[in-house]
């Protein structure tokens, strides 16, 4: 029987991954951030784009919904790998 995958993939991530403190998405596609050069390239790490928003730098404030469903199912999926299960 093959196997199929239910569960979102983290690495390949389309959609918002990270809300800035100011409320408005960080890091991934349709982010309101724009992104920071420096050392690296931070997608979204940036000044915010959304209109009137203040927001000079993104500052990290938790995972979207269904990024965070995405890691946690990713998560069990690994520790189940790591018991052999
Ligand atoms: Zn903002
Ligand atoms: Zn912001």
Same mark, same amino acid.
């Given at each position: /029987?093959? *196997?199929r %995958? !239910? /569960?979102p993939n !983290?690495?390949? &991530?389309k959609g918002?991954? %990270? !809300?800035c403190s100011c409320g408005?998405? $960080?890091d991934g596609t349709n982010s309101h951030h724009e992104d920071r050069y420096g050392l690296a390239i931070c997608g979204g790490h $940036?000044? +915010? #784009?959304y209109p009137g928003c #203040? +927001? @000079?730098m993104f #500052? &990290? @404030? *938790?995972? #979207?919904?269904?990024?965070k469903d995405a890691l946690d199912a990713e998560r069990v999926a690994k520790a189940r790998k790591a018991v052999g299960r």
């Open positions: /029987m093959k *196997r %995958s !239910v /569960m !983290v690495k390949d &991530w918002p991954k %990270s !809300v408005h998405y $960080g $940036g000044k +915010c #784009t #203040t +927001c @000079e #500052t &990290w @404030e *938790r995972w #979207t919904d269904p990024f």
